[in-house]
Protein backbone atom coordinates (compact mmCIF):
# COMPACT_ATOMS: atom_id res chain seq x y z
CA UNK A 1 0.00 0.00 0.00
CA UNK A 2 0.79 3.67 -0.32
CA UNK A 3 2.12 5.04 3.22
CA UNK A 4 2.77 8.67 4.04
CA UNK A 5 4.94 9.88 7.00
CA UNK A 6 5.00 13.61 8.06
CA UNK A 7 8.04 15.18 8.78
CA UNK A 8 9.48 17.94 9.56
CA UNK A 9 10.41 21.13 7.29
CA UNK A 10 14.17 20.62 7.87
CA UNK A 11 14.17 16.93 7.22
CA UNK A 12 15.50 15.58 4.28
CA UNK A 13 12.53 13.73 2.05
CA UNK A 14 12.54 9.88 0.73
CA UNK A 15 10.27 7.87 -1.30
CA UNK A 16 10.70 3.85 -1.30
CA UNK A 17 9.59 1.88 -3.82
CA UNK A 18 8.57 -2.00 -3.05
CA UNK A 19 8.49 -3.55 -6.67
CA UNK A 20 7.77 -6.99 -5.16
CA UNK A 21 5.18 -5.86 -3.13
CA UNK A 22 2.53 -5.62 -5.61
CA UNK A 23 -0.67 -4.34 -4.09
CA UNK A 24 -3.80 -4.25 -6.60
CA UNK A 25 -4.44 -4.58 -10.54
CA UNK A 26 -5.21 -1.17 -12.11
CA UNK A 27 -8.44 -1.42 -14.25
CA UNK A 28 -7.44 0.28 -17.34
CA UNK A 29 -11.16 1.76 -17.42
CA UNK A 30 -9.87 4.29 -14.38
CA UNK A 31 -8.75 6.37 -17.40
CA UNK A 32 -12.58 6.42 -18.75
CA UNK A 33 -13.84 9.69 -20.70
CA UNK A 34 -17.33 11.14 -20.56
CA UNK A 35 -19.12 12.99 -23.37
CA UNK A 36 -22.66 14.91 -22.59
CA UNK A 37 -25.11 16.88 -24.87
CA UNK A 38 -23.82 20.05 -22.75
CA UNK A 39 -22.33 23.29 -24.34
CA UNK A 40 -19.26 21.90 -27.57
CA UNK A 41 -19.25 18.28 -26.21
CA UNK A 42 -21.16 16.74 -28.86
CA UNK A 43 -21.76 19.41 -31.32
CA UNK A 44 -18.92 20.92 -32.50
CA UNK A 45 -16.77 18.56 -29.87
CA UNK A 46 -16.59 15.15 -31.38
CA UNK A 47 -19.35 15.83 -33.99
CA UNK A 48 -18.55 18.44 -36.70
CA UNK A 49 -20.15 17.47 -39.53
CA UNK A 50 -18.65 20.06 -42.73
CA UNK A 51 -15.50 21.17 -41.41
CA UNK A 52 -12.32 20.33 -43.13
CA UNK A 53 -11.24 18.31 -40.19
CA UNK A 54 -13.93 15.89 -40.01
CA UNK A 55 -14.36 12.50 -41.25
CA UNK A 56 -17.32 11.28 -43.61
CA UNK A 57 -19.66 11.04 -40.58
CA UNK A 58 -19.23 14.49 -39.22
CA UNK A 59 -16.40 13.20 -36.67
CA UNK A 60 -13.75 15.22 -35.27
CA UNK A 61 -10.14 13.75 -36.35
CA UNK A 62 -8.03 15.68 -34.28
CA UNK A 63 -10.41 14.68 -31.62
CA UNK A 64 -10.32 11.20 -32.67
CA UNK A 65 -6.65 11.13 -32.37
CA UNK A 66 -6.25 12.03 -28.98
CA UNK A 67 -8.89 9.93 -27.70
CA UNK A 68 -6.24 7.53 -29.74
CA UNK A 69 -3.57 8.93 -28.21
CA UNK A 70 -4.83 8.78 -24.62
CA UNK A 71 -6.45 4.98 -25.29
CA UNK A 72 -9.53 5.84 -24.15
CA UNK A 73 -10.93 2.22 -23.05
CA UNK A 74 -14.45 3.75 -22.08
CA UNK A 75 -16.82 6.53 -22.53
CA UNK A 76 -19.99 7.37 -20.86
CA UNK A 77 -23.00 8.45 -23.04
CA UNK A 78 -25.16 10.92 -23.29
CA UNK A 79 -25.00 12.15 -19.32
CA UNK A 80 -25.11 13.72 -17.15
CA UNK A 81 -27.83 15.82 -16.28
CA UNK A 82 -28.96 15.63 -19.69
CA UNK A 83 -30.36 12.22 -19.81
CA UNK A 84 -32.87 12.99 -16.97
CA UNK A 85 -34.99 14.33 -19.80
CA UNK A 86 -33.47 12.45 -22.79
CA UNK A 87 -35.80 9.93 -25.14
CA UNK A 88 -33.15 7.55 -26.82
CA UNK A 89 -35.93 6.84 -29.65
CA UNK A 90 -35.61 10.65 -30.73
CA UNK A 91 -31.94 10.01 -31.78
CA UNK A 92 -32.46 7.00 -34.13
CA UNK A 93 -33.72 6.65 -37.72
CA UNK A 94 -33.61 9.15 -40.05
CA UNK A 95 -32.08 12.42 -39.10
CA UNK A 96 -34.77 14.82 -41.13
CA UNK A 97 -37.67 12.99 -38.92
CA UNK A 98 -35.65 12.97 -35.84
CA UNK A 99 -37.91 16.02 -33.28
CA UNK A 100 -35.98 18.67 -31.78
CA UNK A 101 -36.97 18.87 -28.23
CA UNK A 102 -36.38 21.42 -25.19
CA UNK A 103 -33.33 20.70 -23.36
CA UNK A 104 -33.68 21.03 -19.80
CA UNK A 105 -30.97 19.96 -17.89
CA UNK A 106 -28.30 23.30 -19.66
CA UNK A 107 -31.28 24.88 -20.75
CA UNK A 108 -31.62 24.60 -24.78
CA UNK A 109 -32.47 22.67 -27.46
CA UNK A 110 -31.42 19.15 -28.51
CA UNK A 111 -31.83 19.00 -32.16
CA UNK A 112 -31.30 14.82 -32.00
CA UNK A 113 -28.80 14.86 -35.14
CA UNK A 114 -26.29 13.17 -32.98
CA UNK A 115 -28.10 9.90 -31.42
CA UNK A 116 -27.16 6.16 -30.18
CA UNK A 117 -25.67 4.83 -33.68
CA UNK A 118 -23.85 7.55 -33.92
CA UNK A 119 -22.19 7.42 -30.82
CA UNK A 120 -22.02 3.59 -31.63
CA UNK A 121 -20.07 4.19 -35.07
CA UNK A 122 -17.79 6.87 -32.48
CA UNK A 123 -16.59 4.55 -30.39
CA UNK A 124 -15.97 1.56 -32.96
CA UNK A 125 -13.86 4.29 -34.79
CA UNK A 126 -12.24 5.95 -31.79
CA UNK A 127 -11.76 1.73 -30.67
CA UNK A 128 -13.17 2.56 -26.98
CA UNK A 129 -16.49 0.81 -25.32
CA UNK A 130 -19.71 2.93 -24.54
CA UNK A 131 -21.02 3.08 -21.50
CA UNK A 132 -24.87 4.20 -21.54
CA UNK A 133 -27.04 6.47 -18.67
CA UNK A 134 -30.50 5.72 -18.64
CA UNK A 135 -32.77 8.23 -17.73
CA UNK A 136 -34.46 8.09 -14.77
CA UNK A 137 -36.21 11.57 -14.30
CA UNK A 138 -38.79 11.59 -16.97
CA UNK A 139 -37.97 7.94 -18.54
CA UNK A 140 -40.11 4.78 -17.79
CA UNK A 141 -38.97 1.07 -17.29
CA UNK A 142 -40.09 0.22 -20.61
CA UNK A 143 -37.95 2.89 -22.24
CA UNK A 144 -34.78 1.46 -20.83
CA UNK A 145 -35.53 -2.14 -21.71
CA UNK A 146 -36.42 -0.75 -25.52
CA UNK A 147 -33.08 0.84 -25.37
CA UNK A 148 -30.89 -2.13 -24.04
CA UNK A 149 -33.23 -4.31 -26.55
CA UNK A 150 -31.98 -2.38 -29.44
CA UNK A 151 -28.05 -2.32 -28.52
CA UNK A 152 -28.23 -5.61 -27.29
CA UNK A 153 -30.32 -7.89 -28.77
CA UNK A 154 -30.03 -10.39 -31.35
CA UNK A 155 -33.73 -11.81 -31.60
CA UNK A 156 -36.48 -11.21 -33.88
CA UNK A 157 -38.31 -8.45 -31.59
CA UNK A 158 -39.66 -5.13 -32.37
CA UNK A 159 -36.29 -2.79 -31.10
CA UNK A 160 -33.87 -5.12 -31.92
CA UNK A 161 -35.45 -5.00 -35.68
CA UNK A 162 -36.18 -1.69 -35.80
CA UNK A 163 -31.97 -1.71 -35.09
CA UNK A 164 -31.71 -3.60 -38.20
CA UNK A 165 -33.65 -1.38 -40.47
CA UNK A 166 -31.99 1.70 -39.09
CA UNK A 167 -28.61 -0.22 -40.93
CA UNK A 168 -26.99 -2.38 -37.91
CA UNK A 169 -27.35 -6.45 -38.27
CA UNK A 170 -25.22 -7.44 -35.10
CA UNK A 171 -25.92 -5.62 -31.96
CA UNK A 172 -23.53 -3.42 -30.30
CA UNK A 173 -23.54 -5.46 -26.77
CA UNK A 174 -23.02 -2.01 -24.61
CA UNK A 175 -21.75 -3.76 -21.16
CA UNK A 176 -21.89 -1.15 -18.64
CA UNK A 177 -25.27 0.88 -18.36
CA UNK A 178 -25.69 3.59 -15.23
CA UNK A 179 -29.14 3.35 -13.22
CA UNK A 180 -29.93 7.14 -13.62
CA UNK A 181 -27.17 10.27 -12.52
CA UNK A 182 -27.33 12.27 -9.54
CA UNK A 183 -31.01 11.71 -8.80
CA UNK A 184 -30.38 13.08 -5.45
CA UNK A 185 -29.40 16.39 -6.57
CA UNK A 186 -31.60 19.24 -6.53
CA UNK A 187 -31.31 20.36 -10.09
CA UNK A 188 -32.61 17.28 -11.34
CA UNK A 189 -35.49 16.59 -13.44
CA UNK A 190 -37.78 14.67 -11.00
CA UNK A 191 -35.18 14.56 -8.05
CA UNK A 192 -35.66 11.81 -5.69
CA UNK A 193 -35.37 10.98 -2.40
CA UNK A 194 -32.70 7.42 -1.50
CA UNK A 195 -35.89 5.71 -0.40
CA UNK A 196 -37.62 6.28 -3.65
CA UNK A 197 -34.60 5.42 -5.86
CA UNK A 198 -33.52 2.25 -4.28
CA UNK A 199 -36.67 1.12 -4.63
CA UNK A 200 -36.53 2.12 -8.19
CA UNK A 201 -33.21 0.81 -8.67
CA UNK A 202 -33.51 -2.50 -7.55
CA UNK A 203 -36.66 -3.08 -9.55
CA UNK A 204 -35.12 -1.69 -12.70
CA UNK A 205 -31.97 -3.98 -12.34
CA UNK A 206 -33.76 -7.11 -11.85
CA UNK A 207 -35.72 -6.23 -14.73
CA UNK A 208 -32.27 -5.55 -17.08
CA UNK A 209 -30.57 -8.53 -15.64
CA UNK A 210 -33.30 -10.57 -16.97
CA UNK A 211 -33.30 -9.33 -20.64
CA UNK A 212 -29.51 -9.53 -20.77
CA UNK A 213 -27.98 -11.11 -17.73
CA UNK A 214 -24.39 -10.09 -18.84
CA UNK A 215 -24.31 -6.44 -18.32
CA UNK A 216 -22.60 -4.57 -15.80
CA UNK A 217 -25.09 -2.22 -13.96
CA UNK A 218 -23.90 1.05 -11.98
CA UNK A 219 -25.83 2.50 -9.45
CA UNK A 220 -26.46 5.84 -9.05
CA UNK A 221 -24.30 7.14 -5.86
CA UNK A 222 -23.55 10.72 -4.41
CA UNK A 223 -20.14 11.45 -3.51
CA UNK A 224 -19.27 8.44 -0.96
CA UNK A 225 -20.19 10.37 2.17
CA UNK A 226 -23.35 10.55 1.64
CA UNK A 227 -26.14 8.96 3.74
CA UNK A 228 -27.67 8.56 -0.03
CA UNK A 229 -24.75 6.21 -0.30
CA UNK A 230 -25.88 4.61 2.73
CA UNK A 231 -28.82 4.13 1.89
CA UNK A 232 -28.94 2.75 -1.19
CA UNK A 233 -25.94 0.37 -1.06
CA UNK A 234 -27.92 -0.77 2.13
CA UNK A 235 -30.80 -1.64 -0.21
CA UNK A 236 -29.67 -2.74 -3.22
CA UNK A 237 -26.17 -4.35 -2.63
CA UNK A 238 -27.94 -7.87 -1.68
CA UNK A 239 -28.27 -11.37 -3.58
CA UNK A 240 -31.44 -12.85 -4.50
CA UNK A 241 -32.17 -15.54 -7.14
CA UNK A 242 -31.04 -14.03 -10.24
CA UNK A 243 -33.84 -14.10 -12.90
CA UNK A 244 -35.14 -17.39 -13.69
CA UNK A 245 -31.49 -19.91 -13.13
CA UNK A 246 -31.60 -19.94 -9.74
CA UNK A 247 -28.09 -18.54 -9.63
CA UNK A 248 -27.30 -16.84 -6.20
CA UNK A 249 -23.29 -16.46 -6.86
CA UNK A 250 -24.82 -13.04 -8.82
CA UNK A 251 -25.54 -9.63 -7.55
CA UNK A 252 -27.63 -7.09 -9.34
CA UNK A 253 -25.62 -4.71 -8.67
CA UNK A 254 -21.89 -4.24 -10.34
CA UNK A 255 -20.55 -0.81 -9.05
CA UNK A 256 -21.33 2.30 -6.96
CA UNK A 257 -20.86 5.39 -8.70
CA UNK A 258 -19.51 8.46 -6.96
CA UNK A 259 -18.89 11.93 -8.38
CA UNK A 260 -16.68 14.73 -6.95
CA UNK A 261 -15.31 18.28 -8.93
CA UNK A 262 -12.77 20.61 -6.72
CA UNK A 263 -11.68 23.60 -7.33
CA UNK A 264 -10.04 26.94 -5.45
CA UNK A 265 -9.00 30.34 -6.52
CA UNK A 266 -6.05 29.79 -4.17
CA UNK A 267 -2.96 27.02 -5.01
CA UNK A 268 -1.86 24.82 -2.45
CA UNK A 269 -6.45 24.39 -1.19
CA UNK A 270 -7.08 23.61 -5.17
CA UNK A 271 -3.63 21.31 -5.90
CA UNK A 272 -4.63 19.49 -2.34
CA UNK A 273 -8.79 19.08 -2.68
CA UNK A 274 -8.80 15.87 -4.77
CA UNK A 275 -7.42 14.41 -1.28
CA UNK A 276 -11.47 14.84 -0.70
CA UNK A 277 -11.66 11.90 -3.65
CA UNK A 278 -9.55 9.48 -2.43
CA UNK A 279 -10.98 9.48 0.91
CA UNK A 280 -13.92 9.63 -0.65
CA UNK A 281 -13.33 6.13 -2.34
CA UNK A 282 -11.97 4.78 0.87
CA UNK A 283 -15.34 5.26 2.49
CA UNK A 284 -17.64 4.20 -0.23
CA UNK A 285 -15.40 0.53 -0.35
CA UNK A 286 -16.18 0.78 3.40
CA UNK A 287 -19.95 1.05 3.19
CA UNK A 288 -19.94 -1.62 0.40
CA UNK A 289 -18.47 -3.65 2.68
CA UNK A 290 -20.83 -2.86 5.33
CA UNK A 291 -24.41 -3.52 3.26
CA UNK A 292 -22.71 -6.78 2.20
CA UNK A 293 -22.10 -7.60 5.66
CA UNK A 294 -25.49 -6.16 7.11
CA UNK A 295 -27.45 -8.18 4.22
CA UNK A 296 -24.92 -11.39 4.70
CA UNK A 297 -24.56 -11.42 1.28
CA UNK A 298 -22.34 -14.98 0.85
CA UNK A 299 -18.80 -14.21 -0.31
CA UNK A 300 -19.53 -16.07 -3.61
CA UNK A 301 -21.37 -13.37 -4.64
CA UNK A 302 -18.54 -10.71 -6.64
CA UNK A 303 -17.95 -7.40 -4.77
CA UNK A 304 -19.59 -4.19 -6.32
CA UNK A 305 -16.08 -1.35 -7.39
CA UNK A 306 -16.65 2.00 -7.22
CA UNK A 307 -17.38 4.00 -10.75
CA UNK A 308 -16.08 7.13 -9.87
CA UNK A 309 -17.71 8.16 -13.54
CA UNK A 310 -17.76 12.60 -12.83
CA UNK A 311 -14.42 13.72 -11.35
CA UNK A 312 -12.36 16.75 -12.62
CA UNK A 313 -11.11 20.55 -11.81
CA UNK A 314 -14.21 22.38 -11.78
CA UNK A 315 -15.92 25.81 -10.82
CA UNK A 316 -19.52 25.93 -12.05
CA UNK A 317 -19.32 29.62 -10.93
CA UNK A 318 -16.14 30.51 -13.23
CA UNK A 319 -17.21 28.17 -15.88
CA UNK A 320 -21.34 27.94 -15.39
CA UNK A 321 -22.89 24.90 -17.20
CA UNK A 322 -25.44 26.90 -18.67
CA UNK A 323 -22.82 28.66 -20.68
CA UNK A 324 -21.09 25.73 -21.92
CA UNK A 325 -18.32 24.99 -18.74
CA UNK A 326 -15.38 26.14 -20.91
CA UNK A 327 -13.21 26.07 -18.00
CA UNK A 328 -9.48 27.55 -18.82
CA UNK A 329 -7.05 25.36 -16.89
CA UNK A 330 -3.77 26.39 -15.06
CA UNK A 331 -0.90 24.44 -13.70
CA UNK A 332 -2.21 24.70 -10.63
CA UNK A 333 -5.73 22.74 -12.13
CA UNK A 334 -3.10 20.43 -13.73
CA UNK A 335 -1.12 19.85 -10.77
CA UNK A 336 -4.60 18.72 -9.00
CA UNK A 337 -5.67 16.34 -11.71
CA UNK A 338 -2.99 14.52 -10.80
CA UNK A 339 -3.36 14.12 -7.33
CA UNK A 340 -6.66 12.47 -8.22
CA UNK A 341 -5.11 10.44 -10.61
CA UNK A 342 -2.62 9.36 -7.82
CA UNK A 343 -5.53 8.62 -5.32
CA UNK A 344 -7.19 6.43 -8.08
CA UNK A 345 -4.09 4.35 -8.49
CA UNK A 346 -3.63 3.68 -4.54
CA UNK A 347 -7.41 3.15 -4.26
CA UNK A 348 -6.39 0.23 -7.55
CA UNK A 349 -8.55 -2.70 -5.35
CA UNK A 350 -11.65 -0.67 -5.23
CA UNK A 351 -11.75 1.70 -8.57
CA UNK A 352 -13.69 -0.45 -11.35
CA UNK A 353 -13.73 2.60 -13.47
CA UNK A 354 -13.36 6.33 -13.96
CA UNK A 355 -14.55 8.90 -16.06
CA UNK A 356 -13.20 12.46 -16.49
CA UNK A 357 -16.08 15.23 -17.01
CA UNK A 358 -15.61 16.08 -19.84
CA UNK A 359 -14.06 14.54 -22.75
CA UNK A 360 -14.05 17.77 -25.50
CA UNK A 361 -14.90 21.50 -24.87
CA UNK A 362 -17.26 21.40 -21.86
CA UNK A 363 -14.56 21.03 -18.39
CA UNK A 364 -11.95 19.28 -20.47
CA UNK A 365 -8.41 18.63 -21.37
CA UNK A 366 -9.49 19.32 -25.01
CA UNK A 367 -10.67 22.56 -26.53
CA UNK A 368 -11.92 22.79 -30.41
CA UNK A 369 -11.87 25.41 -32.60
CA UNK A 370 -13.02 25.58 -36.41
CA UNK A 371 -9.06 25.72 -36.94
CA UNK A 372 -7.80 22.55 -34.40
CA UNK A 373 -7.27 21.40 -30.88
CA UNK A 374 -5.71 23.05 -27.84
CA UNK A 375 -4.34 20.45 -25.18
CA UNK A 376 -4.89 22.33 -21.84
CA UNK A 377 -2.62 22.07 -19.28
CA UNK A 378 -4.62 19.59 -17.84
CA UNK A 379 -4.09 17.32 -20.78
CA UNK A 380 -0.64 16.51 -19.84
CA UNK A 381 -0.58 14.25 -16.73
CA UNK A 382 -3.32 12.97 -17.50
CA UNK A 383 -1.63 11.56 -20.65
CA UNK A 384 1.47 10.43 -18.74
CA UNK A 385 -1.16 8.50 -16.62
CA UNK A 386 -3.06 6.69 -19.24
CA UNK A 387 0.09 5.88 -21.54
CA UNK A 388 2.17 4.57 -18.83
CA UNK A 389 0.46 3.47 -15.54
CA UNK A 390 -1.41 0.47 -16.25
CA UNK A 391 -0.52 -2.65 -14.32
CA UNK A 392 -0.45 -3.31 -10.52
CA UNK A 393 -0.02 -0.92 -8.17
CA UNK A 394 3.31 -1.30 -5.82
CA UNK A 395 3.96 -0.17 -2.57
CA UNK A 396 5.70 3.10 -1.68
CA UNK A 397 6.81 4.80 1.42
CA UNK A 398 6.34 8.56 1.05
CA UNK A 399 8.44 10.75 4.17
CA UNK A 400 7.35 14.79 3.31
CA UNK A 401 6.50 17.72 4.77
CA UNK A 402 2.84 18.38 5.08
CA UNK A 403 0.59 21.37 4.06
CA UNK A 404 -1.36 22.33 6.81
CA UNK A 405 -3.06 25.09 5.67
CA UNK A 406 -6.95 25.78 4.70
CA UNK A 407 -8.31 22.61 2.89
CA UNK A 408 -11.45 22.78 0.24
CA UNK A 409 -13.16 20.97 1.42
CA UNK A 410 -12.47 21.86 5.01
CA UNK A 411 -13.41 17.97 5.90
CA UNK A 412 -10.07 16.98 4.31
CA UNK A 413 -7.97 18.01 7.44
CA UNK A 414 -8.16 15.35 10.03
CA UNK A 415 -9.22 13.04 7.86
CA UNK A 416 -6.60 12.29 5.22
CA UNK A 417 -3.02 13.85 4.79
CA UNK A 418 -1.88 16.30 2.93
CA UNK A 419 1.69 15.74 1.97
CA UNK A 420 3.66 18.45 -0.27
CA UNK A 421 4.66 15.19 -2.39
CA UNK A 422 1.84 13.52 -3.41
CA UNK A 423 2.91 9.84 -5.23
CA UNK A 424 1.96 6.65 -6.51
CA UNK A 425 4.07 3.56 -7.96
CA UNK A 426 3.51 0.98 -11.23
CA UNK A 427 4.42 -2.07 -12.04
CA UNK A 428 3.58 -2.76 -15.71
CA UNK A 429 3.16 -5.60 -17.62
CA UNK A 430 6.38 -4.42 -19.66
CA UNK A 431 8.83 -4.96 -17.11
CA UNK A 432 8.97 -0.94 -16.42
CA UNK A 433 8.16 0.58 -13.00
CA UNK A 434 6.83 4.46 -12.65
CA UNK A 435 6.62 6.41 -10.10
CA UNK A 436 4.52 9.32 -9.96
CA UNK A 437 5.04 12.53 -8.14
CA UNK A 438 3.10 15.56 -8.12
CA UNK A 439 5.13 18.57 -5.60
CA UNK A 440 1.98 20.74 -5.04
CA UNK A 441 4.56 23.07 -3.44
CA UNK A 442 4.18 26.38 -5.22
CA UNK A 443 7.70 27.98 -3.58
CA UNK A 444 10.22 24.60 -2.79
CA UNK A 445 11.78 22.22 -4.82
CA UNK A 446 12.73 18.93 -2.84
CA UNK A 447 15.42 17.29 -2.85
CA UNK A 448 14.64 13.73 -2.61
CA UNK A 449 16.42 10.45 -1.24
CA UNK A 450 15.91 7.70 -3.72
CA UNK A 451 18.39 5.56 -2.61
CA UNK A 452 16.52 2.37 -2.63
CA UNK A 453 15.38 2.56 -6.47
CA UNK A 454 17.82 0.20 -8.84
CA UNK A 455 18.25 1.54 -12.18
CA UNK A 456 20.96 2.04 -14.09
CA UNK A 457 18.83 4.41 -16.42
CA UNK A 458 15.72 6.51 -15.51
CA UNK A 459 13.08 8.18 -18.46
CA UNK A 460 12.21 11.90 -16.50
CA UNK A 461 9.16 12.85 -17.82
CA UNK A 462 7.74 16.82 -16.34
CA UNK A 463 5.23 18.87 -16.26
CA UNK A 464 5.16 22.26 -15.07
CA UNK A 465 5.53 25.67 -16.21
CA UNK A 466 6.56 29.36 -14.55
CA UNK A 467 3.87 29.56 -12.37
CA UNK A 468 0.83 27.75 -10.81
CA UNK A 469 -1.37 30.05 -13.30
CA UNK A 470 0.39 29.30 -16.54
CA UNK A 471 -2.55 28.76 -19.14
CA UNK A 472 -1.92 26.91 -22.18
CA UNK A 473 -3.62 28.96 -25.46
CA UNK A 474 -3.80 28.05 -29.79
CA UNK A 475 -1.12 30.82 -29.79
CA UNK A 476 1.26 29.61 -26.27
CA UNK A 477 1.52 26.60 -24.83
CA UNK A 478 3.52 26.75 -22.01
CA UNK A 479 2.84 23.89 -20.52
CA UNK A 480 3.72 20.55 -21.59
CA UNK A 481 6.18 17.69 -21.21
CA UNK A 482 9.62 18.05 -20.54
CA UNK A 483 12.06 14.65 -21.34
CA UNK A 484 15.26 14.38 -19.84
CA UNK A 485 17.40 11.14 -18.48
CA UNK A 486 18.46 10.64 -14.54
CA UNK A 487 21.25 7.70 -13.77
CA UNK A 488 18.98 6.72 -10.69
CA UNK A 489 21.69 7.48 -8.17
CA UNK A 490 21.18 8.55 -4.95
CA UNK A 491 18.82 11.74 -4.79
CA UNK A 492 16.60 13.23 -6.79
CA UNK A 493 14.94 16.75 -6.82
CA UNK A 494 11.85 17.54 -7.69
CA UNK A 495 10.88 20.89 -8.96
CA UNK A 496 8.71 23.24 -7.44
CA UNK A 497 4.86 23.18 -8.58
CA UNK A 498 5.40 19.99 -10.91
CA UNK A 499 4.30 16.70 -11.88
CA UNK A 500 7.19 14.21 -12.36
CA UNK A 501 6.98 10.70 -13.70
CA UNK A 502 10.06 8.52 -13.40
CA UNK A 503 10.49 5.29 -15.44
CA UNK A 504 13.45 3.16 -15.41
CA UNK A 505 13.59 -0.73 -16.14
CA UNK A 506 13.64 -3.55 -13.48
CA UNK A 507 16.28 -5.62 -12.65
Not at 270 to 297: F, G, Y
Not at 432 to 453: I, M, P, Y
Request: proline share 5%.
Amino acid sequence: MATFTSIPDGEKPSISVHPANKIAKINDNIYGGFTEHMGRCIYGGIYDPGNPLSDENGFRKDVIEAFQELKVPVVRYPGGNFVATYDWRDGIGPRDQRPARPELAWIGTETNEFGTDEFMKWCEVVGTEPYLCLNFGTGTLAEALGWLEYCNSDRDSYYANLRRKNGREKPYNVKYWALGNECWGPWQVEQMTKEDYAKKAWQWAKALKLLDPTITLILCGETGTSSWDYYVLNKCVKWSVHGLSGDTTKSFIDMHSIHIYTADNEHLPNATAPRAAERAIQMTSALIDLARIENKVPETVPRPTICFDEWNVWDPVRAPGEEGAEEKYTLSDALAVAVFLNGFIRQAKDMGMANIAQSVNVISPLMTSKDGLIKQTIWWPLLLFSKYMRGHTIAINVKSPEYTGRTNPSWIRGTIETPYLDACAVAGEDGWLNLAVTNVSEERDFEVDLSGLKADKVEVHTVTGEHVQVTNTAEDQQVGIQESEWDGKGTYTFPKHSFTLLRWKAI
